[in-house]
């Protein structure tokens, strides 16, 4: 792997992870064009970039890590323990659901279900505006909301986002509430991968993964700064929509191949 090969799939990760458009669906691609196999090596780097990705949270929200903020962290606790259940009974069950034709098919229903959900929502007013004011049972459902994201192409801020959206928390908070759950979530994600494939990094060119990793941070970072900035004038439709025809697209690709 290349310089500029990681450079893309940086930006790709830190983009598309903390977005409801599904990094899985999008490195597909990448990887594909870029002419890379799902080698143990190249697997490894992924590990590398979702790290980044953990970081950038941290950096925007490191305010949050203070103990007046421990009624927060128990309810982005509370929201994990579903999809970290489910994940560790029905792991082999989950990965063999992973098919290119099974994400393309999901990114178009995730889309519809946006669609769905903003039209529903459009005459209502949020009851929470503040990732500090969602409640215990709020958390609990949108922890079984995450599940969802366990199936390949749905994605994780997705998932989050649609549940936090039906139980009346507004955009801003909705997709805030999705990024400090991504911490346990991908801290689990990530340090399961790292233990089967730490062997991978032996001899591995750090110069590359360096670059990819700095590159995803940066990208994932400002991501999500833009994702607030945006959803304090628009809505969840655009991305439903981007959804819909990438799935399309992807879907077309698939069966071209």
């Not at 929201?79 to 990114?107: C, D, N, R, T, Y």
Request: glycine share 8%; with cysteine; proline share 3%.
């Amino acid at each position: 792997m290349d310089i500029f090969q990681t450079i893309i799939l940086g930006l790709i990760e830190g983009i598309t992870e903390f977005l409801p458009i599904s990094s899985t669906g999008h490195l597909i691609v990448a990887s594909e064009w870029l002419g890379l196999p799902q080698s143990d090596t190249n697997m490894a780097f992924e590990i590398i970039i979702q790290l980044a990705a953990i970081l950038a949270v941290i950096s925007n929200y490191r305010d949050k890590f203070s103990p007046k903020h421990l009624q927060l962290w128990i309810k982005v606790c509370i929201a994990f323990v579903p999809i970290g259940l489910v994940g560790l009974l029905f792991h082999k069950q989950v990965k063999a659901l992973f098919s290119v034709e099974i994400v393309a098919i999901m990114f178009i229903i995730g889309g519809i279900i946006f669609l769905i959900v903003e039209g529903l929502l459009k005459n209502r007013q949020p009851k929470v505006h503040s990732v500090e004011d969602i409640s215990y049972k709020q958390a609990g459902i949108i922890g079984i909301a995450q599940i969802f994201a366990l199936i390949p192409g749905t994605s994780r801020a997705g998932s989050t986002i649609i549940g936090a959206l039906l139980v009346g928390i507004n955009r801003e908070a909705s997709a805030e509430f999705s990024f400090l759950l991504a911490l346990p979530v991908m801290f689990a994600a990530s340090g399961l991968d790292m233990l089967k494939h730490y062997q991978d990094f032996y001899g591995v060119n750090i110069i590359p993964l360096l670059t990819g990793f700095v590159t995803a941070f940066l990208a994932a970072h400002f991501t999500m700064k833009w994702l607030i900035a945006f959803l304090n004038k628009f809505t969840f439709n655009a991305f439903g929509i981007y959804r819909i025809i990438f799935g399309g697209m992807l879907l077309v690709w698939y069966y071209k191949n």
